[in-house]
């Protein structure tokens, strides 16, 4: 459905919701239904204070947040050059590691189409 269709006041609400993360967190691990706090904000609007809770400003987002900037500064100072040379390496021993197993296939191959008399298909 395109959003001409959706009614103006339930997208308001996904953009209230988009403001509070906190609220979409609880919402998704408990997997209640959105209806409720849809018609809690129909109610009590936006700048009640119950909403405060689940505001993008609580101690967990701001955790969050630095880990993100520790994130954006370690990418700074990462090294292209050995990010390339360590990836070529693990290219080879991947494709040495292909090669093992292909001749370990022709190996089962050839020795399959062989009868193996060790069997005990003829059982009495």
Do not use: A, C
Not at 18 to 37: I, M
Request: net charge negative; hydrophobic share 25%.
């Amino acid at each position: 459905m395109s959003e001409r269709g959706i009614n103006s006041s339930i997208l308001e609400f996904r953009d209230f919701i988009n403001t509070h993360p906190q609220l979409v967190k609880k919402v998704r691990k408990s997997g209640e239904s959105w209806q409720p706090y849809y018609e809690k904000w129909v109610l009590l609007g936006e700048s009640d204070p119950y909403w405060d809770k689940y505001k993008e400003g609580s101690k967990k987002n701001s955790n969050e947040s630095n880990v993100m900037e520790k994130l954006r500064k370690w990418t700074e100072d990462v090294d292209m050059d050995q990010i390339q040379d360590k990836v070529k390496q693990w290219d080879q021993t991947i494709s040495i590691f292909q090669g093992m197993l292909t001749q370990f296939k022709e190996d089962k191959q050839e020795n399959g189409s062989k009868p193996n008399f060790n069997d005990n298909n003829y059982r009495d």
